[in-house]
């Protein structure tokens, strides 16, 4: 099993620019999510989605859209990238037992904005 | 609404013990604890459970007070594979979002 993939590992993009950024599990996972993490900042939730076609808003999702068409993928969008959306990016994925999960984390995607 | 971890940083000697605390201003239904290497992905170590329910690793533990809203981590003995930056997050009572504190940098030297 690859566990959880992401893509592309890095990115540097310029100002109003767009991109997706691509999630991928093969674990079988309900629950997916986005965060970006930044210095002195920890882990932010930027989206989440607790099945196939559906998406929640998270603690940060300003400027970000997600999608969830595939059980197995979840995608980050930048519609018009800005500096302050220059990040570490990680995806993560669980299944829950009851209320337990632990989230299994990708290897992030490193985005630039200038 | 995201945790306040402490302290900030900690460097210890190979074989000294460490405790790093995580506190809400919220009710809380679980605590999860993950490392982060420089460079990697956060790993798991353990969750607690609102009632006591424990899932732990071989030579790391933590506690939950559920009244306190407050969870601490012990590493005893520590090795230098535990280097890394430490995060708590924490699942409210009500709800399921999810907030990772900010974070314990832990230095372990020879």
């Known amino acids: 099993n690859a566990g959880v993939t992401q893509t592309p590992k890095f990115r540097v993009l310029k100002t109003g620019q767009s991109m997706t950024l691509l999630c991928a599990q093969d674990m079988n996972h309900e629950y997916m999510y986005w965060y970006r993490q930044d210095p002195g900042m920890g882990l932010r939730l930027i989206h989440y989605?607790?099945?196939?076609?559906?998406?929640a808003k998270g603690e940060v999702p300003d400027g970000y859209n997600v999608s969830r068409l595939k059980k197995q993928n979840f995608l980050l969008g930048l519609e018009s990238a800005a500096p302050s959306q220059t990040s570490v990016y990680f995806c993560?994925?669980?299944?829950?037992?009851?209320?337990?999960?632990?989230?299994?984390f990708g290897p992030g995607t490193r985005l630039t904005v200038t | 609404q995201q945790p306040v971890q402490s302290p900030q940083a900690v460097i210890l000697r190979e074989g000294e013990d460490a405790v790093i605390n995580c506190s809400s201003s919220k009710a809380l239904y679980s605590v999860h604890w993950y490392r982060q290497k420089h460079g990697e992905a956060p790993v798991f170590l353990m969750i607690l459970l609102k009632g006591g329910e424990q899932k732990g690793h071989e030579k790391i533990s933590a506690s939950f007070n559920e009244k306190k809203q407050q969870s601490s981590l012990y590493l005893t003995a520590s090795q230098l594979s535990y280097s890394g930056t430490y995060f708590c997050g924490t699942e409210r009572d009500t709800g399921n979002q999810f907030y990772f504190g900010t974070g314990t940098s832990l230095t372990v030297i020879p």
């Open positions: 989605s607790v099945g196939e076609g559906t998406t």
């Open positions: 993560a994925s669980s299944k829950p037992t009851g209320r337990s999960y632990e989230q299994y």
